[in-house]
């Protein structure tokens, strides 16, 4: 995942960091007064930058680059434990599959293989692949952006023997990439000046659909007919019925720039760098509205939701968790 955006928001926060004086959360401070109430619930210790968090069923795998891949058990929310971690040293951007299967991207060195079901231990190594940017891993395929090669398919049905299927070079340079988000059937890399949607119907011949002009998306989550947009102005909502044909429908200024989001029911989560979480009712795809905002300790980064919890990467600190309900 590229980081341009968040070192401007790590300038910007080094600024208020070292002309205010700063505390931090404490375990159960309430953030928020609007529609929502909120208590920040704890930290993962150990998590300081972490860039990207994957939920499997009571776990989270917490990936700190450069330093490790940390797997949590969360059943208890308030006593998170940490079950395993795997030293690194170099890397890029990772995912896990439903056999617990770590995927991990190393600059200009590959993808290596960790099975973290039973300990963390060393697999296999994908070597044809020149500088991966961004891996999905899913129903025992792994979805690579490539810096050379563009989207490449792997079958990972079996992981010490990974095979590619197949590979579909997109005109986006390193500079502009930002992050590629897999929602079978279609794959959508996001960059600095839009969306290139491509098809993935069948994994021996992906095609581009359609792209979507946009200035600087970060992130993005399907559901249902729509598309929800990280963008560098705020959040922008796309109908994707006939993903060929992509329909703008309403957005969202933010008072940042908007580097992550998660979408659960008809709230979507933006983390917005220095400006913390808002939170955004999408019920009316044309008339998006901010019902509540919280703030982190210093920069968020990353937000993944899971029934009533949020979680928060921090440029400065460990992962944060927070629960949310209706007031």
């Known amino acids: 995942m590229k980081l341009k955006p968040i070192i401007i ?16 959360l404490s375990d159960g401070d309430y953030v928020s007064t609007g529609d929502y109430t909120i208590i ?11 860039n990207k968090l994957k939920l499997k069923n009571n776990k ?46 190393y600059s200009y060195a590959g993808i290596d293989v960790i099975d973290f079901e039973d300990y963390p231990h060393y697999v296999s190594t994908i070597s044809d692949v020149g500088n991966p940017l961004s891996i999905t891993a899913e129903n025992s395929r792994l979805y690579v952006y490539d810096d050379y090669d563009g989207i490449c398919v792997y079958d990972v049905s079996d992981p010490f023997f990974p095979i590619r299927l197949s590979s579909l070079y997109c005109h986006i340079d ?15 890399i996001l960059h600095d000046f839009g969306i ?8 021996s011949s992906p095609q581009i659909v359609s792209e979507i002009n946009a200035f600087a998306c970060y992130d993005l989550k399907v559901s249902g007919d729509y598309l929800y947009v990280a963008e560098s102005n705020g959040v922008t ?19 940042n720039i908007a580097l992550s989001l998660d979408k659960y029911y008809d709230l979507v989560f933006v983390a917005c760098g220095a400006d913390g979480i808002r939170m955004i009712d999408v019920r009316d795809p044309d008339r998006l509205k901010e019902v509540d905002n919280f ?31 209706k007031n």
Request: glycine share 4%; net charge negative; aromatic share 16%.
């Open 196 to 203: 290139v949607i491509a098809s993935i119907i069948d994994d």
């Open 60 to 105: 989270i795998f917490v990936h700190v680059p450069d330093q490790s891949i940390a797997l949590y058990n969360i059943e208890d929310i308030v006593f998170p434990d940490l079950v395993s971690d795997y030293p690194v040293s170099g890397d890029i951007d990772f995912d896990v599959d439903e056999r617990n299967v770590v995927y991990l991207g």
């Open 9 to 24: 928001e790590i300038i910007v926060s080094l600024f208020l960091i070292t002309s205010c004086k700063f505390t931090g």
């Open 237 to 255: 909502v796309y109908n994707v019925t006939n993903p060929s044909v992509p329909e703008r429908r309403g957005s969202l200024p933010l008072p």
């Open 40 to 50: 920040n619930q704890g930290y993962l210790h150990g998590t300081v930058g972490a």
């Open 174 to 188: 390193t500079y502009s990439f930002n992050r590629m988000v897999v929602d079978l059937p279609y794959i959508y």
């Open 295 to 325: 703030s982190v300790n210093t920069v968020a980064t990353f937000v993944i939701v899971s029934n009533e919890y949020i979680f928060v990467a921090d440029s400065f600190f460990d992962v944060q968790m927070f629960e949310y309900w």
